[in-house]
Every structure is written in structure tokens, then in C-alpha cells.
Antibody, heavy 118, light 108 residues
Framework: QVHLVESGGGLVKPGGSLRLSCAASGFTFSDHYMSWFRQAPGERLEWVAYMDSGSRYIIYADSVKGRFTISRDNARSSLFLQMSSLRVDDTAMYYC???????????WGQGTLVTVSS | IVLTQSPVTLSLSPGDGATLSCRASQSVGRAYLHWYQQKPGQAPRLLIYATSNRAAGIPDRFSGGGSGTDFTLTISRLGPEDFAVYYCQQYDGISRFSFGPGTKVDIK
């Protein structure tokens, strides 16, 4: 059974940094594209970052470009999101997601909440 | 590419049919248009990928169609578990993904 478990969320001050992690199990992690998405309370879903299985193709939403970095460790079936220069409008539930532009995003974690507030 | 969805809210009874619309500001490739269901407090679930293909485990009362800038999600007979928010999502073929604002299907 596919399982994605996020961790690392919490309360951080504006300008601060946070690193999210995602532990994957139940499938061959190294075969799949992975992404981070987020959803602010009461808002629509927003794509954050996307990477291929070999970390060669990586793209970011304009809203996070230059501040967030997605990475993965295929040996440990783990996905990461390093977030810096955090802003109040980065407050959201962050989801680790499996999938691609062609297959759709077919497996989602339960999310980890990031709150940016002074 | 900006996605708009209509209606904002659909109030229906169990057993009714539902047609949800997703309109794009520019043409979207059929391979790149997907639909999701989200219930309160839960992560989204993929329903339809590439416009018209049901994801694994999705019942056949869900179907998708469309092309260009107009896409639809149809639910033939609403079950009690189908009352939720539905989002369409696209990839522009270059470097951006986006979601529509969602359609809420609630119980009349």
C-alpha cells in the first residue's frame, strides 16, 4: 500500500527557514516523479515544486522560486523541501505527492502544517 | 493558464446526476487535464487523469471529457460519499501546474 508521511512542519517567524521531509513506502520511490503541493486554509490547491525520478528535471512555482528547494534521496525513499525566507503567505498545509504531468497526482500524504507568523 | 470552474456550488440529492465544468484561459492538452476530489480535513484524491481516464479504484459513475479550453466531470448518480469539493488541474506543457478554484457538491 502506498504511503507518504510528511514531517517537519511547525510555527516559524517571517524570514525564517524550515525543512520538510516525506517518507515514502509501498512503492518503488526511485521510479516516480515527486512533488510538493500546498493549500492555505479555505483556499484552492497550489503546486509548489516538481522533480523527476533522477533529480535532473526540477521546476518551481513562481511564488517560491529562489526561496524553496526540492530534493530527494532515492536510497532512503525520501523527499525534502527546504524553505527559506518564509513569508506569512506561505502558511499552508504542505503535501508530499507522487505523480506526473501525464498520470496526474495519484498518491498524497496527509500533509504537514506550516504556519508563518510573528 | 488560469482555470475557472462552474458552478461554485452544486446542491443536489443522492441519486442525482452532476455535471461540473472547468474552463481554461488557453488551450490545454487532453493528456494534461486531471480531476480531484477533496473531502474536509482530507488530502485530495485523483479521480480522472488525462481528461477521461478513471484512476485506480474510481467507480464508473465518474467520467470526464472535453478538449481545448472546456472540460467536464460527470457524476452519473451521486452516492452519499460523493459530496465533496472537486478540482480540475492542468499542466501547461512547459513548466507550470495550476488548479481551478473548485466546485463544492453539497447535499440539498
Amino acid at each position: 500500500q502506498v504511503h507518504l508521511v510528511e514531517s517537519g512542519g511547525g510555527l516559524v517567524k517571517p524570514g525564517g527557514s524550515l525543512r520538510l521531509s516525506c517518507a515514502a513506502s509501498g512503492f518503488t520511490f526511485s521510479d516516480h516523479y515527486m512533488s510538493w503541493f500546498r493549500q492555505a486554509p479555505g483556499e484552492r490547491l497550489e503546486w509548489v515544486a516538481y522533480m523527476d525520478s533522477g533529480s535532473r528535471y526540477i521546476i518551481y512555482a513562481d511564488s517560491v522560486k529562489g526561496r524553496f528547494t526540492i530534493s530527494r534521496d532515492n536510497a532512503r525513499s525520501s523527499l525534502f523541501l527546504q524553505m527559506s525566507s518564509l513569508r506569512v503567505d506561505d502558511t499552508a498545509m504542505y503535501y508530499c505527492v507522487r505523480g506526473s504531468s501525464l498520470t496526474g497526482f495519484d498518491a498524497w500524504g496527509q500533509g504537514t502544517l506550516v504556519t508563518v507568523s510573528s | 493558464i488560469v482555470l475557472t470552474q462552474s458552478p461554485v456550488t452544486l446542491s443536489l440529492s443522492p441519486g442525482d446526476g452532476a455535471t461540473l465544468s472547468c474552463r481554461a484561459s488557453q488551450s490545454v492538452g487532453r493528456a494534461y487535464l486531471h480531476w480531484y476530489q477533496q473531502k474536509p480535513g482530507q488530502a485530495p484524491r485523483l479521480l480522472i487523469y488525462a481528461t477521461s481516464n478513471r484512476a485506480a479504484g474510481i467507480p464508473d459513475r465518474f467520467s470526464g471529457g472535453g478538449s481545448g479550453t472546456d472540460f467536464t466531470l460527470t457524476i452519473s448518480r451521486l452516492g452519499p460519499e460523493d459530496f465533496a469539493v472537486y478540482y480540475c488541474q492542468q499542466y501547461d506543457g512547459i513548466s507550470r501546474f495550476s488548479f481551478g478554484p473548485g466546485t463544492k457538491v453539497d447535499i440539498k
